[in-house]
C-alpha cells in the first residue's frame, strides 16, 4: 500500500517520488527509516517528495524490482501528478533501469547511489573533489549505459570514433571508459601531491573527526580551530577534507573534517575519495561525531563502525562524542534531556568507550572537550617522542 506525504514547493524544484522495497532481509520499520533518510537526500538535491511508494516482496524483482502492478501503479500516479523524477531507495541494475525505462517514458530514474553521486556533484568545489566525484559517476554509469548517454560523443568528437556497423551505445562505452582510464590518471596524480601534503605536515599528532552526515562535524571543527569552516543543515555540506592547525595549552596537533559516511554508500565513492579517506587511515586519533537527538542514531554509528572497518581504521584510538545534547527528546515524553543522558552515560561508558556528551553549539562544552583532547593528544605525543616532555 502507498504512502503518501505532500509538501509545498515552488514551480522552480523538480517532483519526485520515493520507492522503497520490504523484504525478507530488511522490514517495512527499517524501510521506513530508510525513506525518511532519503527524502532529505532529495531535499538536499533541491527536489520534493510529492509521495512515496513501499511494496513487500520477499526479494527484489529480477525485471522491474518492485513488480509489474506496483510499477504501473507509480505509473499512473506520475503521469496524472505529472512528476518529473523517480527515485528508488536501492541500486537498480541496468536491465531493471532500462525496464522501468522503457514502461515508464519521460520521467528520470533514479537510485539512492545515482541521487548520492548527484549531489556529490553538485558540492564538489575543488578540482580534487571534481575529479573523484566525477570518476565515481562514470564508473556508477558504465553498466547502466542506455541509448539515452549518446551525447557523450560530443565529448571526443565522432571522426574515426565509430566503426563500421558499432552500434552507438558501443562508442559510448568506449568513450567513457578512456575517460576513466584519464581521470584515474588525473586522480593518481592528485592524490600524490595529496601524499607528499600529508608527509609534510611535520611530526605533530593527527586527530580526525569522522562521523555519519550531519551529524555537527563542521560545526565541531569550527568551535575547536577557532576558524570559519562551511557547516549547514544538509546532507554532505562539505566534501573536501580540511585540516586546521589547533594548539591547547601550548600543545599543538592538526585537526582535520572528513566527508560523512551514510547507508549504502556507493562503492564508488568509496573507492574515488581514496586520498580523502586517506586522512582518515593515517590519523593518530578519531573522534567519532554522534547526532545523538537523532531517533536511529544508533544505527548511524553501526554504519560508520562498518566504514571504519572497511577502510582499515577501526583499530585506531577513538573518543565517541554524543553531539547535539541540546537537541535530544524524550519519544515518550517520561524524561528530561538530563535523564536521558545519563541513562546513556550508562550504556557507553560501561562498554570502556571513551565518551562524552556535549554540544558543539555550548561554549562550555568545547572547553571541557579541548581540556580532554590536550590530555589524549598529551599521551600519543609522549608515546612517540618521550624526549619532548619538557612541552607540557
Known amino acids: 500500500m502507498a504512502k503518501s506525504k505532500t509538501i509545498s514547493t515552488s514551480k522552480d524544484k523538480e517532483t519526485c517520488i520515493l520507492v522503497g522495497l520490504a523484504t525478507q532481509n530488511q522490514t517495512r520499520e527499517q524501510l521506513t527509516e530508510y525513506l525518511e533518510e532519503l527524502a532529505f537526500l532529495v531535499s538536499t538535491a533541491d527536489a520534493v517528495t510529492k509521495k512515496t511508494f513501499i ?98 560523443q560530443k565529448q571526443k568528437g565522432g571522426i574515426g570514433m565509430k566503426g563500421p556497423g558499432e552500434k552507438e551505445i558501443e562508442t559510448d562505452r568506449r568513450i567513457i571508459r578512456d575517460r576513466i582510464s584519464l581521470l584515474k590518471k588525473d586522480l593518481a596524480a592528485i592524490d600524490k601531491q595529496m601524499a607528499t601534503q600529508r608527509s609534510n605536515r611535520g611530526a605533530l599528532i593527527r586527530v580526525a573527526l569522522v562521523g555519519y552526515t550531519n551529524s555537527g562535524k563542521s560545526t565541531l571543527m569550527t568551535a575547536l580551530s577557532k576558524s570559519d569552516v562551511f557547516a549547514e543543515d544538509k546532507l554532505f555540506a562539505t566534501l573536501d577534507t580540511t585540516v586546521r592547525k589547533v594548539v591547547v595549552g601550548n600543545l599543538p596537533f592538526l585537526l582535520s573534517d572528513t566527508v560523512g559516511f551514510i547507508r549504502k554508500l556507493p562503492t564508488q565513492l568509496i573507492e574515488s575519495f581514496k586520498s580523502t579517506l586517506d586522512e582518515t587511515r593515517e590519523s593518530d586519533f578519531l573522534i567519532h561525531v554522534i547526532d545523538v537527538s537523532h531517533p536511529q542514531f544508533e544505527d548511524q554509528i553501526a554504519v560508520v ?88
Open 55 to 152: 511494496q513487500s516482496l520477499t526479494k527484489p524483482d529480477a525485471k522491474t524490482f518492485i513488480g509489474s502492478g506496483k510499477l504501473q501503479e507509480i505509473k499512473e500516479y506520475v503521469k496524472a501528478e505529472r512528476i518529473d523524477m523517480i527515485v528508488f531507495d536501492d541500486e537498480l541494475s541496468g536491465s531493471q533501469l532500462r525496464n522501468i525505462e522503457k514502461e515508464i517514458e519521460n520521467v528520470k530514474i533514479m537510485d539512492r547511489p545515482n541521487l548520492i553521486l548527484d549531489i556529490f556533484a553538485q558540492r564538489a568545489r575543488t578540482a580534487h573533489a571534481k575529479t573523484q566525484v566525477e570518476l565515481a559517476q562514470y564508473q556508477y554509469l558504465l553498466p547502466r549505459l542506455t541509448n539515452m548517454w549518446t551525447h557523450l
Open 305 to 392: 563502525e562498518r566504514t571504519l572497518t572497511e577502510i582499515k581504521t577501526s583499530d585506531k584510538p577513538t573518543l565517541l562524542l554524543f553531539n547535539k545534547i541540546d537537541a535530544l527528546t524524550d519519544p515518550e515524553g517520561d524524561r528530561s534531556p538530563e535523564e536521558l543522558v545519563e541513562g546513556l552515560k550508562e550504556r557507553f561508558e560501561n562498554n570502556g568507550n571513551d565518551v562524552v556528551f556535549m554540544s558543539a553549539m555550548s561554549k562550555d562544552d568545547v572547553t571541557t572537550l579541548r581540556s580532554l583532547l590536550y590530555d589524549r593528544v598529551k599521551e600519543l605525543h609522549i608515546k612517540r617522542y618521550p624526549y619532548n616532555k619538557f612541552l607540557y
